[in-house]
């Protein structure tokens, strides 16, 4: 049951950290302004409804992740309750980035769908 | 205390972590949960939270080794420098051996001026436009170390270094990375002193704008037009407005060299001193 437990884990933990990626590159997308975190993990929260659990911390790695990739620029700015606030936009590279993820994804759930199907996996 | 010790857990769970990336990681982190934290309080309408409500709020961060993680399987192999591999160069040797005769002048220093310095640090009257008795705007950040010490964390971004003493002190020095001098100095929530008018945090919008000779001029700008202060400088007061809310107020007097930025309680929040113009 442990294994089980672990393999579940490790599954939803890669599955996540990918789909996460692409949903944090929509949601900058479609922000008008630059974003700072707290307000996209708000919004992370409220496109997934709850449905998609996570420690709002392993989103932090992810930003980063995607800004190494060159797909986010980020700034500090100033905030209301003081600290520095690291805005985030997205590069065209990002945008690029965005659209490819998006085909993928679909590409990828008609795959398995279809795999799934001709094994009889209901 | 809470928030201290778990920015700490997470740094020592982050050892092979180069030094730079580490403290930029607390800092993303420490702003997340700041702004929980106040969004939290508004919400309850209190003005602290219990230590059970924190411990939730950390819980829902995550693990210490659990967010450790997730950031080195996301750093890229080049950004994780591993302890030891550092070769010392004959420049990071001299540079070493001036830094340390710099630190032994400082103490020196200190030692003979302690009794003015300890009465100038008890000063804590906001000046516009300068700073502090003891550390102004134009000063560097050794002369910000004398003072205050080492520094809860430091950010390196492109134009500015962010030098913060944000827990302890309540207090943010931004430095210009061209000209290594202090260029704003911020004062926030856990800064006990105050202007010579006696305006400080947790002063109302009202009293700063009658302290200030009234606003010249309200104006409903973004983020953007708010942060960079595009819509005029001279006792300008910002409405900032994000995706059609109201978020925050900000009041520029850069002649005297001071802008306040409040809450939707017109509360002010942060306090910042800058060179007037």
Redesign the interface.
């Known amino acids: 049951m442990k294994n089980i437990e672990k393999f579940k884990n490790k599954l939803q933990r890669e599955m996540k950290?990918g789909f996460i990626a692409l949903l944090l590159l929509y949601l900058i997308n479609d922000s008008?302004?630059?974003i700072?975190?707290?307000r996209i993990?708000q919004g992370l929260n409220k496109a997934t409804k709850g449905n998609l659990k996570f420690?709002?911390?392993?989103v932090?790695?992810?930003l980063?992740?995607l800004q190494?990739q060159n797909f986010l620029t980020s700034?500090?700015?100033?905030?209301?309750?003081?600290?520095?606030?690291?805005?985030y936009e997205i590069t065209d590279f990002g945008k690029v980035a965005l659209h490819e993820g998006l085909q993928s994804w679909q590409l990828l759930r008609n795959e398995l769908d279809s795999i799934f199907k001709s094994m009889g996996v209901k | 205390m809470l928030i201290k010790n778990y920015l700490k857990s997470i740094e020592k769970e982050l050892i092979d972590i180069d030094e730079k990336i580490k403290k930029s990681i607390i800092q993303e982190i420490s702003e997340h949960l700041d702004e929980k934290i106040e969004d939290v309080k508004k919400s309850k309408k209190v003005s602290e939270l219990s230590p059970k409500r924190l411990r939730k709020i950390l819980e829902e961060f995550g693990e210490p080794q659990e967010i450790a993680g997730e950031y080195r399987r996301q750093l890229s192999e080049e950004l994780i420098a591993v302890r030891g591999t550092k070769k010392s160069s004959k420049k990071q040797v001299i540079a070493s051996i001036i830094a340390l005769c710099v630190v032994l002048t400082l103490i020196l220093v200190i030692f003979t001026v302690v009794d003015i310095n300890d009465e100038k640090k008890d000063d804590k009257t906001i000046i516009p436009g300068k700073g502090l008795e003891v550390i102004q705007v134009g000063d560097d950040l050794d002369e910000v170390k004398d003072v205050f010490g080492e520094p809860e964390y430091i950010v390196d971004s492109n134009e500015l270094i962010w030098v913060s003493y944000r827990y302890e002190k309540g207090i943010d020095f931004l430095i210009s990375n061209t000209t290594d001098k202090i260029v704003e100095i911020r004062f926030n929530s856990g800064f006990n002193g105050a202007l010579a008018n006696e305006i400080s945090i947790g002063s109302i919008l009202d009293d700063v704008l009658n302290e200030s000779g009234g606003a010249k001029n309200t104006v409903q700008a973004n983020l953007t037009e708010t942060t960079n202060v595009l819509l005029g400088s001279d006792r300008v007061l910002y409405e900032q407005i994000y995706k059609g809310n109201l978020t925050a107020y900000k009041f520029v007097d850069a002649k005297k060299g001071i802008l306040y930025w409040f809450d939707l309680d017109k509360t002010v929040t942060q306090i910042v001193v800058f060179r007037p113009y």
């Open positions: 950290s008008n302004e630059p700072y975190g707290y993990i420690r709002e911390g392993t932090y790695p992810i980063r992740y190494s700034f500090l700015g100033e905030s209301p309750n003081g600290a520095p606030r690291k805005y």
